[in-house]
């Protein structure tokens, strides 16, 4: 079992700027890509941003130049840098990640949420 511990969250004006850090614990042999999702009130989970343990990396259009997704192997810890915020912004934001188990078997997981709201 892989556990997922987000944290950075919290209230920013617009133009502001946070990072969001999520590390996985637990009963890991091998994580794959991991990344952050959004959920906004009355709105279906997004993708924002995910990273491979290469390093490659794919974003939502609507954060493309403003967000930035990192990754430290070693610490089994996925970043997301986030400037130039905006209100639409505002959502729970949730770090995934893909692990291979020593059997390899994959499975996914999700973290708790923290909570981003930017607002003047």
């Known amino acids: 079992q892989v556990q997922l511990g987000e944290s950075g969250g919290g209230l920013v004006q617009p133009g502001g700027s946070l990072r969001l850090s999520c590390a996985a614990s637990g009963s890991i042999f091998s994580i794959k890509a991991m990344g952050w999702y959004r959920q906004a009130p009355g709105k279906e989970r997004e993708l924002v941003a995910r990273i491979t343990n290469g390093g490659s990396t794919n974003y939502a259009d609507s954060v493309k130049g403003r967000f930035t997704i990192s990754r430290d192997n070693a610490k089994n810890t996925v970043y997301l840098q986030m400037n130039s915020l905006k209100p639409e912004d505002t959502a729970v934001y949730y770090c995934?990640?893909?692990?291979?188990?020593?059997?390899?078997?994959?499975?996914?997981?999700w973290g708790q949420g923290t909570q981003v709201t930017v607002s003047s």
């Open positions: 995934d990640a893909d692990h291979l188990d020593i059997l390899d078997r994959s499975h996914h997981y």
